[in-house]
């Protein structure tokens, strides 16, 4: 073959040659930017940050109640977990509307198109049995019916309730005292143990504060959806009265961890009650100046580490007295 049909050659085949190999790398990049769309999406609709916060709510229960980690606890975890993802799942599906309404919420997985309502009811049809039947096979009656206590608290209760009135915070923060509860069931703890109880109101009171500055946080958007937020009700100074005294009793419940002797050890006790002491420090200011976006946003994260630290103290006391 001489320089010139090389040429030809060359002129004819390579253009069809590239345009084909751009063509598939083109295919190739739309697939991964679907698939990693969806996935996105998942994580999601099932609230993967809270979601994955109940389960180690759960492992805290398991840990409190058994003084040991254990790779027993794993699947009972996992099937609380995934039950907590339905609720997650089932919350979106019942908000599609609201949430298109919201700026905070609209480009969730339903209202921005990504994914059906049909396809979303099968999802949490799978998590709910998948979990159902993790916990059945690896713990007890006792675990699947606090797991799905908290599945109709929130979505039965809860999420209808909220439409109607801020204090709906209230019997949903009973929530978040429910997955401590299951994981302390697995273990075979006993529900009317003081240790249980002591760790299930601290939980109990931290959700109040958290839900209701979050509330503050996205009070226009609340509104825009048809919520009634706490300012509906109050003015500014009374919702940082209300709030901080809140916080307060959070800090202030921490010493039932201390009496029921959940925390036994004197350095690990100084360390809860000076770490409540630095919260009522730390958000005081949310009395006055709660219309301030940065100190409510300064609040809310304060308050969510404040209760992280106090977890991982106990469990770090527990695992000590193990050795």
């Known amino acids: ?177 429910l997955p401590v509860m299951a994981g302390w069931a697995a273990a075979g703890g006993r529900l009317t143990d003081p240790r249980l109880l002591a760790v299930a109101a601290f939980f109990f009171i931290w959700q109040i504060p958290h839900f209701w500055l979050l509330m503050e946080l996205y009070d226009s958007d609340y509104r825009r959806a048809g919520f009634p937020t706490l300012r509906s009700f109050y003015g500014a100074k009374s919702i940082g009265v209300l709030i901080f005294s809140l916080t307060a009793a959070l800090a202030l419940s921490s010493v039932f961890l201390l009496t029921s002797r959940v925390v036994e050890n004197i350095f690990p006790q100084m360390i809860v009650i000076g770490l409540g002491v630095w919260l009522l420090f730390a958000t005081y200011e949310i009395i006055y100046r709660n219309s301030d976006r940065r100190r409510l946003k300064s609040a809310f994260l304060k308050i969510n580490v404040y209760v992280l630290a106090i977890t991982l103290v106990v469990m770090v006391d527990l695992l000590i007295k193990k050795i």
């Not at 083109?26 to 993967?48: F, P, V, Y």
Request: glycine share 6%.
């Open 1 to 177: 073959m001489n320089r010139v049909d090389l040429k030809t050659k060359m002129v004819q085949h390579g253009p069809i040659s590239f345009s084909h190999s751009s063509a598939v790398a083109l295919e190739g990049r739309r697939h991964r930017l679907g698939a990693g769309i969806l996935a996105n999406a998942i994580l999601d609709l099932i609230k993967i940050r809270i979601t994955f916060f109940v389960g180690m709510s759960a492992v805290f229960g398991y840990v409190v109640a058994t003084g040991d980690l254990s790779v027993s606890m794993i699947l009972p975890v996992l099937g609380i977990f995934l039950l907590s993802c339905a609720s997650a799942a089932t919350n979106h599906y019942q908000e599609r509307y609201t949430d298109s309404l919201m700026h905070r919420t609209n480009r969730r997985p339903l209202p921005a198109g990504i994914m059906s309502p049909a396809s979303v009811l099968v999802f949490i049809s799978v998590l709910a049995l998948a979990g159902s039947a993790t916990i059945l096979f690896s713990a007890n009656s006792e675990t699947l019916l606090l797991s799905w206590l908290a599945f109709v608290s929130y979505n039965i209760v809860y999420t209808p309730l909220k439409k109607a009135t801020p204090y709906a915070v209230i019997p949903g923060s009973f929530v978040g005292s």
